[in-house]
Structures are given as structure tokens and as C-alpha cells.
């Protein structure tokens, strides 16, 4: 079966750091891209970063371009968001996604729970 | 960033009705398109990807269709568990937006 599980979200001022964590199981993680998406209270949804399955591109939404950072290490099945420089337009539930098959880029099959990250003085 | 335009942002619908909701792309996306259905405090889930394909484990009464810049999912009888949150998402380019959201809701 199929898991992800985010970790990691909370409380934080603005202007302070939080570091994501997505551990998969039940597929072949190393072999996937993934996606975060977040999705502000009572909004929709939005992208916001994905990596390739090993590593070595990312992408990132503008709005967090230059503050967040992507990165996994597949010998731990684990996705990780460093985000910095936080603001309170970033207070949402943020998802771990993959997609629905290796060569398949974008279609998102399978999401995490997701952590809800506050940013509020 | 290719923009995605959803119609309505709510309807009101009885169980049984046959609903539709578009989604519109500001360019061609060809068939890289798909529809989330998000229940409340729930993850959204993959209903239809690459525009008209079904995804596993989801009920023939949903439907897309559509090419280019104009998309539409159907759902031809709804039933009580339908009453969600339906999401279409562009996969043409990155990001993958997404459209705004359409509320169906019980009449």
C-alpha cells in the first residue's frame, strides 16, 4: 500500500524556518518524482515545488522561489521542504504528492495527509 | 505561467442530475489535463488524468473530455458521495496549476 507522511509542520513566526519531511512507502520511491502542493484554509490549491526521482532538478513556484528548498535522499525514502524566510501568506496544509507512474510527469495519483504549517506573530 | 479557469466556482445539484464543469487554459495544453475531487479535510484524489482517462477504483459515471484549451468533466448521475470540491490541474508545462476550484453542492 501506498504511504506518504508529511511531518514537521507547526507554529512559526514570520521571517522564521521549518524544515517538511515526507517519508514514502509501499513503491519504488527512488524511481518517482514528487511534488509539494499546499492549499491555504478554505482556499485551493496550490504548487508548490516538485524534484526529479534523483535529484537533480527542481522546480519552484515563484511565490516561494529563493525560500524554500527541495530535496530527498532515496536510500531513505524521505522528501524533505526547507523553508525559510516564512510569511503568512505561506500558512497552509502542505501535501506530499508522487506521480502516478514513473515517465508520467504532473499527473499527481497519490497524496500524503498533509502538515499544516502557521505562520503568525 | 499557463493559467487555468474553472465554471462555475459553485452549483447546486440533486442526486441523480447530471453535472458538468469546464475548465478552460489560457494556451494549449493538448490532453494534459486532470480532475482532483477534494472532500472536506480530506486529500484530494485523482479522478481523471491526460483529459479522459479514468483513474483506477473511480466510478464510470465520471467522464472528461476535451483538447487544447477547453476540458470538461461529467458526472452523469450524481450520487450523495459526490458532493466535493472538483479541481482541475494543467500537466502541460511546470508548474502544474491549477484551476480555482468547483464547489458541488446539494440542491
Known amino acids: 500500500e501506498v504511504q506518504l507522511v508529511e511531518s514537521g509542520g507547526g507554529l512559526v513566526q514570520p521571517g522564521g524556518s521549518l524544515r517538511l519531511s515526507c517519508s514514502a512507502s509501499g513503491f519504488t520511491f527512488r524511481n518517482y518524482a514528487i511534488h509539494w502542493v499546499r492549499q491555504a484554509p478554505g482556499k485551493g490549491l496550490e504548487f508548490v515545488s516538485c524534484i526529479s526521482s534523483n535529484g537533480g532538478s527542481t522546480f519552484y513556484a515563484d511565490y516561494v522561489k529563493g525560500r524554500f528548498t527541495i530535496s530527498r535522499d532515496n536510500s531513505k525514502n524521505t522528501l524533505y521542504l526547507h523553508m525559510s524566510s516564512l510569511r503568512i501568506e505561506d500558512t497552509a496544509m502542505y501535501y506530499c504528492?508522487?506521480?502516478?507512474?514513473?515517465?508520467?510527469?504532473?499527473?499527481?495519483?497519490?497524496w500524503g495527509q498533509g502538515t499544516l504549517v502557521t505562520v503568525s506573530s | 505561467d499557463i493559467q487555468m479557469t474553472q465554471s462555475p466556482s459553485s452549483l447546486s445539484a440533486s442526486v441523480g442530475d447530471r453535472v458538468t464543469i469546464t475548465c478552460r487554459a489560457s494556451?494549449?495544453?493538448?490532453?494534459?489535463l486532470n480532475w482532483y475531487q477534494q472532500k472536506p479535510g480530506k486529500a484530494p484524489k485523482l479522478l481523471i488524468y491526460t483529459a479522459s482517462s479514468l483513474q483506477s477504483g473511480v466510478p464510470p459515471r465520471f467522464s472528461g473530455s476535451g483538447s487544447g484549451t477547453d476540458f470538461t468533466l461529467t458526472i452523469s448521475s450524481l450520487q450523495p458521495e459526490d458532493f466535493a470540491t472538483y479541481y482541475c490541474?494543467?500537466?502541460?508545462?511546470?508548474?502544474?496549476?491549477f484551476g480555482q476550484g468547483t464547489k458541488v453542492e446539494m440542491k
Open positions: 494556451q494549449s495544453i493538448r490532453s494534459y
Open positions: 490541474q494543467q500537466c502541460h508545462s511546470t508548474p502544474g496549476t
Open positions: 504528492v508522487k506521480d502516478l507512474e514513473p515517465a508520467v510527469f504532473g499527473v499527481l495519483d497519490y
